[in-house]
């Protein structure tokens, strides 16, 4: 993965496969051109999200989480 690459940094078809591909859901679902990019900066392999883009994916969650004020013990 390039290093530095933000969840801003991507475009919306991009979010959509990486939470689409995190969720177990079928590549299918996925727009063709944002795959072919996400291959590129070696966010996907084949059909899975490599370990990169699983952090990328968390990170984004939980940065939401906090914005909402959202308390994670409560959710243990």
Do not use: P
Not at 3 to 30: F, H, K, M, P, T
Not at 47 to 71: G, M, N, P, Q, Y
């Amino acid at each position: 993965m390039m290093e530095g690459i933000s969840w801003a940094d991507l475009d919306a078809n991009e979010q959509r496969a990486i939470a689409v591909l995190g969720a177990g859901l079928s590549i299918e679902l996925c727009d063709a051109v944002a795959l072919v990019t996400l291959r590129r900066l070696g966010l996907i392999v084949g059909s899975h999200l490599t370990a990169a883009a699983h952090e990328l994916r968390r990170r984004i969650v939980l940065e939401e989480l906090s914005r909402r004020d959202c308390k994670l013990e409560s959710y243990e």
